[in-house]
């Protein structure tokens, strides 16, 4: 086992970029419930739904997978999906959609509350599931849902006429919501939110890669916690200032030879898959246990996205993670871990995101194969602690800290 270095824990440095992105994710909602407060309408958006949209459009949107992901990390996962199930929704389906059914019924969690909706903004290269659990909530509460279809991507680029199909999805959405809340769409408001979305997006993406150095200049799973600025705030300046502040503060840490990773970097893994928040502290200390950095994740940069028009925002979104081949999904992954340089993978099987865990097995062997590392996995839930086996995943972890010494032995 590492021995983690104890060091004093002192207040966040309300100059760091830690802070900086913390008080953005926090603002997004206090906005929302102040803009709700003043008879402003806000919206339920999905993840992936491009926040450009909203942004551009002066709209104040929340997120109700990061509410989910909020309620689950602070312990409420399980109370939140008994109030769905005791009204007949199963337990198989997603933890976050349980949570948040539960949340627009009773419009209260203390965990974390948000603005109820005036209308739903849904987008499937997450997952389908979200077109009936968003549908489900428009239909209860009699508000609109907008929604993206991504088209899964059977070749390995997105062809034209997929993009095509997706721009004009863009438009109708756009001129749906300037009908139905009576903002108005502009082209010079839109191309001001696209030049600071690609500068949060490049800079986010430069932070992340940041892990390529040995050891990596932070704990991996912050990763998790500053994607949600990704999610909900790339297209404001504070955002992109703040992530180019993330860069040159993990930039400086390599120089300086220093990681907020606090143990010794004995192994370096890539998680694949989406948190798993009931069991989060027993996720990252099972690992810093060990001297085990989670230095890369998919998701992560699954949510910079480099483009310089709507054309070319339509044909990123036509290349999301959830909504290509299984041979291109599993090439960027590859690309990730010889970049970064990884020693294993930890997979988690979430057991209601069906598609993604379908082809994860395979998708895993050939990860294994052509990197030539091990990949175990373990099965999981993202909010419902009950569909979780800390056992299960200690084990898991184990014998892939022990599949890598053995690795390094024998090089």
């Given amino acids: 086992m590492a021995e983690e270095i104890k060091k004093p824990r002192r207040p966040i440095d309300p100059n760091s970029a830690k802070y900086k992105l913390g008080q953005i994710a926090k603002q997004a909602y206090t906005d929302a419930i102040e803009a709700k407060a003043n008879g402003e309408m806000v919206g339920w958006c999905a993840s992936n739904f491009p926040v450009e949209i909203p942004e551009t459009l002066g709209l104040h949107v929340v997120y109700p997978e990061n509410q989910a992901a909020g309620i689950a990390a602070r312990g409420a996962g399980e109370r939140m999906c008994n109030i769905s199930e005791e009204d007949g929704y199963s337990n198989d389906i997603c933890a976050y959609a349980r949570v948040s059914l539960a949340y627009a019924k009773t419009g209260d969690c203390p965990e974390q509350d948000m603005p109820q909706p005036d209308f739903m903004l849904c987008c499937n290269n997450i997952c389908n599931v979200m077109i009936k659990w968003y549908e489900n909530i428009a239909r209860e509460k009699g508000i609109p849902m907008f929604l993206i279809d991504v088209p899964y991507n059977n070749e390995y680029d997105a062809t034209e006429d997929k993009v095509e199909y997706i721009k004009e999805q863009f438009w109708d959405v756009i001129h749906g919501l300037e009908e139905y809340t009576g903002k108005k769409w502009s082209n010079e408001k839109f191309n001001e939110v696209a030049a600071i979305s690609r500068r949060s997006s490049e800079a986010w993406l430069k932070a992340c890669k940041t892990a390529r150095y040995n050891p990596s200049p932070f704990n991996g799973f912050v990763l998790l916690n500053h994607m949600a600025v990704m999610v909900t705030a790339r297209g404001k300046i504070e955002a992109a200032e703040a992530l180019e502040l993330l860069n040159k503060e993990w930039e400086a840490n390599h120089e300086k030879g220093i990681s907020t990773f606090r143990v010794e970097e004995k192994a370096r893994i890539m998680f694949e898959g989406i948190a798993c928040w009931p069991w989060l502290r027993a996720t990252s200390t099972g690992l810093k246990s060990r001297g085990m950095n989670m230095v890369a994740t998919i998701y992560a940069d699954a949510f910079g996205f480099i483009y310089d028009d709507l054309d070319g925002l339509c044909r990123a979104y036509a290349n999301v993670p959830n909504s290509i081949s299984l041979e291109k999904a599993r090439d960027k992954r590859v690309n990730m871990c010889n970049e970064i340089g990884v020693d294993g993978v930890l997979v ?43 056992a299960q995943y200690d084990t898991r972890v184990q014998g892939l800290s022990e599949l890598i010494e053995a690795r390094k032995d024998v090089k």
């Fill in 348 to 390: 988690h099987t979430n057991r209601s995101c069906k598609l993604w865990s379908g082809f994860m097995p395979e998708m895993s062997r050939q990860i294994s194969e052509v990197c030539d590392i091990p990949v175990v996995s373990f099965d999981g839930d993202q909010a419902d602690p009950r569909n979780f086996s800390e």
